[in-house]
Structures are given as C-alpha cells and as structure tokens.
Nanobody, 114 residues
Framework: VQLVESGGGLVQAGGSLRLSCAAS????????MGWYRQAPGKQRELVAS????????NYADSVKGRFTISRDNAKNTMFLQMNSLKPEDTAVYYC????????WGKGTLVTVSS
C-alpha cells in the first residue's frame, strides 16, 4: 500500500482545511485508518481514526468537535475536515493504518497563523 497526503497549507486561526489521503493497493478498505500529526520538536501523535467501513470515528481530545474523519473506500481515499483551526494544530499531517500498515509518506504541512 502506498499513501499520499495532500491538502495542507497556510490558514489563519479559526479557518478550515480538508486533507486527503490517496491509497494505492487493494487492502485499503479492510484496514482501520488514522490521521497522525507531528509538530516541530514533538513526537508523532494520532489525532483521528476511522473503522474499516467508515462508521466509527475516534478523536484525540485536542481535536474533538473540530475535526471530522471520513473515508471513501470505493475511491481508496480518506479525508480529514479540520475546522476552527488553532496555532497548536500546526504540524505535518500523515495518514496510515492503525496500526501502521506501510512506511510513512511525506505528509502534508498545515500551518495555522495566529
């Protein structure tokens, strides 16, 4: 499986972004998937996960109520809708399985200015 993240950018606090994760390979739909992020000087953390069928999402407390994870298994794609962004959301965002199913991609950089 190969995963490619996109959709990051520079946004002001309070703004929104939608991240996408495009997966190659036939095993995407059977895996629980997650969005992770790594801020400068910090360890990578899991921010949201979604069940294989897409019915159940779980969120870190820091993003609960602001981020929404979804997936389209027919298109091998996963999304992260991020609203009410805060400067502390600034990080490189990655997608992968939960647990990880492949190596880490390049990620997509999200920068939130105050």
């Amino acid at each position: 499986v190969q995963l490619v993240e996109s959709g990051g950018g520079l946004v002001q606090a309070g703004g929104s972004l939608r991240l996408s994760c495009a997966a190659s390979g036939s095993t995407f739909s059977i895996n629980r998937m997650g969005w992770y992020r790594q801020a400068p000087g910090k360890q990578r953390e899991l921010v949201a996960s979604i069940s294989s069928g897409g019915a159940i999402g779980n969120y870190a407390d820091s993003v609960k109520g602001r981020f929404t994870i979804s997936r389209d298994n027919a298109k091998n794609t996963m999304f992260l809708q991020m609203n009410s962004l805060k400067p502390e959301d600034t990080a490189v965002y990655y997608c992968n399985g939960l647990p990880p199913i492949t190596g880490w991609g390049k990620g997509t950089l999200v920068t939130v200015s105050s």
